[in-house]
């Protein structure tokens, strides 16, 4: 099946520093990536979604001078929490979408960043 | 607004066959995911359904019902393993996932 990293897959960090996740779909391209929040005992929270070549969308509630996303290419998103406080602290998993024939989507997840702020 | 519901707990006995259900109200509608999601790891995508009907994979089965704004996930032959939460997922008009709260699925000797 199709694979989706992300690195580093857990982060220790001080208050006040930025911390880079990189998302890669590594057999496929993925024209759509998510990344996502999951606060212990939690559903999935959607952050953004991104497209290759634009601008994140956001989601309510999510700062964008915060969470910088970039989607450089067909198969890299990265996730840049800046000014990083405790209460980033967090599991971040990014995911890529990728449609099948007969216009059927598969979604694959990256084995999730757990960051710590300290 | 949006909504997706499906049980929060559902406890089951190994080698049975269990059934979450997932029903949901959202603006628009373009395929309902399933996913299984061990602790502290990140979901695993089982299935995606757009057309009205069941689709089976091996163990596990999702079936869809668009009219009824319905939807469920079989699971057959249960295996400790699969003690896990179900998260269950509508893809929206504007292509946005819409997650559920997800489902613990206990399984028991």
């Known amino acids: 099946g199709a694979v989706v990293s992300q690195h580093p897959s857990r982060v220790i960090c001080k208050s006040g520093t930025s911390v880079k996740i990189e998302c890669r779909s590594l057999d496929f391209q993925a024209t759509t990536m998510f990344w996502y929040r999951q606060f212990p005992k939690q559903s999935l929270m959607l952050m953004a979604t991104?497209?290759?070549?634009?601008?994140?969308?956001?989601e309510q509630g999510v700062e964008k001078d915060k969470f910088l996303i970039n989607h450089a290419s067909l198969t890299l998103s990265t996730l840049t929490v800046t000014s990083a406080h405790p209460e980033d602290s967090s599991f971040y998993i990014c995911?890529?979408?990728?449609?099948?024939?007969?216009?059927?989507?598969?979604?694959?997840f990256g084995p999730g960043t757990r960051l710590t702020v300290t | 607004g949006q909504n997706i519901d499906q049980p929060t707990e559902m406890t089951a006995t190994e080698g049975a066959i269990v059934q979450i259900n997932c029903t949901y109200q959202?603006?628009?509608?373009?395929?309902l995911f399933w996913y299984q999601q061990h602790a502290g790891e990140a979901p695993t995508f089982l299935s995606y359904n757009v057309l009205d009907g069941l689709e089976e994979k091996g163990r596990f089965s999702s079936f869809l019902s668009r009219s009824k704004g319905y939807s469920y996930l079989l699971l057959k032959e249960l295996q400790m393993k699969d003690s896990a939460s179900y998260l269950c997922?509508?893809?929206?008009?504007?292509?946005?996932?819409?997650w559920g709260a997800g489902t613990k699925l206990i399984i028991k000797p």
């Open positions: 991104s497209n290759e070549g634009s601008k994140a969308t956001y």
């Open positions: 997922a509508v893809l929206d008009s504007n292509y946005q996932l819409i």
């Open positions: 995911s890529a979408m990728r449609m099948t024939s007969g216009e059927s989507y598969e979604q694959y």
């Open positions: 959202t603006s628009g509608f373009n395929g």
